[in-house]
């Protein structure tokens, strides 16, 4: 397509937009003038969906009416309400029913994985990840090596890009698990790293390494609803992801994960509470743990129902919608923003976001001036800094417009 950085063009882009109604679905946040924020921060926490509100009367009028007696006569009941979330889940991440669940938070579901995944022995103890990976992973994995006795330093391996480059090559993730995979026991990557937005080669990365006998998951924060994600076809073996960021679940809300089917019908070593217990004879409190044989069987408590109405609500318009609308949207956009990015004569600025990507671009200050992401945030752009250098922004399909992407682009580069 032969772009154009002008309003026109933007707004031409817009009314030719098939999902252009669904930003009426969400509430934009105000500046104080009254004129809606240019909200590009999609990707740390998403806008709240105006169903939302609908959804959590429904189970606090419940809650009202019925008390405890709401877990099984509510209009939803609650004894099963995380299951009428799983569908949903399963078409998102591109798995089957069974092998999705929506509970705890993000980092809780990674340590229960790990529990089940990293097994290290004397031989085989190595984790492989991203050197720039989110803290909170590199924390859980460090963690988990130390509770098995070994430091990281030994069996830690942290990718880096190729000097001069941002984005790690899948070719030199070949090659050290060609070189040291008979002691690595575990990959554990961002599936869409969150610091530069690199998308990794998902079905390449995990049948190298299962080639090799290594475990391969992901944290899929900045990827679910992102993405087009197949994790069943995959084979990967576990993932995990928060709901606020893509899923526009509201800060903090309950979390998920995916178990490969092939996983269900093992001893796995795990982490067991009682909610992952047989639900047949769940009630009769019996003294041994005996799992789901499905996803659900990593389940440890009842989740939290008001927080799950949250997500069932978002969820509800991504039923509506699917993956490949929201995908090709992403892309035009992204796409446009790009163009616009380098129209601008600058040599402060630099996208170090590969063409592997999603939603979001990666905005390298050059000298780390936070004094250009200050003075656009007083201009009504709502985006993120993260440390040392980086801007980064998420034209988000759901709910951003072309006119948003024109809007922050004139923005940047006045203060540029």
């Not at 397509?1 to 009314?15: E, I, R, V």
Request: net charge negative.
């Amino acid at each position: 397509m032969n772009y154009k950085n002008t309003s026109d063009f933007a707004s031409k882009l817009d009314a030719k937009d098939e999902l252009q109604h669904y930003r009426n679905e969400f509430h934009i946040p105000l500046q104080k003038n009254g004129e809606e924020h240019i909200y590009m921060c999609g990707n740390s926490l998403g806008l709240q969906p105006k169903r939302t509100k609908e959804f959590l009367n429904q189970e606090l009028e419940d809650w009202a009416t019925f008390g405890v007696e709401g877990h099984f006569h509510a209009k939803n009941p609650w004894m099963p309400y995380h299951e009428f979330l799983t569908e949903s889940y399963a078409k998102i991440v591109g798995a089957k029913p069974a092998e999705v669940v929506a509970m705890n938070t993000l980092t809780v579901n990674l340590h229960l994985m790990l529990v089940s995944f990293y097994r290290p022995t004397e031989n085989r103890h190595k984790i492989i990840i991203e050197g720039d990976a989110f803290p909170s992973d590199i924390y859980a994995v460090e963690s988990q090596i130390k509770h098995h006795g070994l430091t990281p330093e030994k069996s830690l391996i942290k990718l880096r890009p190729r000097v001069g480059e941002s984005a790690i090559r899948t070719e030199d993730i070949h090659e050290i698990i060609e070189r040291e995979g008979d002691e690595i026991a575990l990959i554990m990557l961002g599936g869409v790293n969150y610091y530069t937005g690199q998308v990794f080669d998902f079905e390449k990365i995990t049948k190298i390494a299962h080639n090799k006998g290594i475990n391969v998951g992901f944290d899929l924060a900045h990827a679910a609803g992102n993405i087009k994600l197949e994790l069943h076809k995959w084979g990967v073996d576990f993932a995990v992801w928060c709901s606020y960021k893509y899923l526009n679940s509201g800060p903090g809300s309950v979390a998920a994960a995916f178990i490969h089917e092939k996983h269900h019908q093992s001893n796995l070593l795990r982490f067991a509470g009682w909610w992952g217990h047989n639900k047949e004879d769940r009630f009769k409190m019996p003294d041994n743990f005996v799992p789901i044989t499905t996803a659900e069987g990593w389940q440890l408590s009842n989740p939290p129902i008001l927080s799950l109405a949250a997500i069932r609500a978002s969820l509800s318009i991504f039923d509506e919608v699917g993956m490949e609308k929201l995908v090709s949207k992403s892309k035009k956009l992204t796409d446009y923003l790009v163009f616009l990015l380098n129209s601008i004569e600058s040599d402060r600025i630099e996208i170090i976001t590969p063409k592997e990507r999603g939603c979001q671009l990666s905005i390298r200050v050059k000298n780390g001036d936070k004094v250009l992401f200050d003075s656009i945030t007083l201009k009504g752009v709502i985006a993120d800094w993260r440390e040392p250098d980086v801007i980064r922004v998420a034209p988000i399909p759901l709910y951003n417009s072309f006119q948003d992407v024109f809007k922050f682009y004139t923005i940047l580069e006045e203060e540029l």
